[in-house]
């Protein structure tokens, strides 16, 4: 019952490492250079057009 104890213990300390481990790789990495966009009033990801797509297709 004793090895038991100690087991779970174990697992529990490593798996609680691990999980510290991988969260410091992933929020801890250096930020990646942002890409330039083409207007640059508009930020990147976002959905501010000042265009409609559409337009262009049908001067097509």
């Known amino acids: ?4 104890a100690v087991h779970i213990w174990v697992l529990l300390f490593v798996s609680f490492g691990i999980g510290l481990g991988i969260g410091w790789w992933i929020w801890g990495a250096p930020q990646k250079a942002q890409p330039m966009t083409k207007n640059s009033d508009t930020p990147m990801g ?3 057009i000042d265009y409609d797509p559409a337009e262009e297709r049908n001067r097509k």
Not at 1 to 4: A, C, D, F, N
């Open 1 to 4: 019952m004793l090895w038991l």
């Open 46 to 48: 976002t959905l501010d």
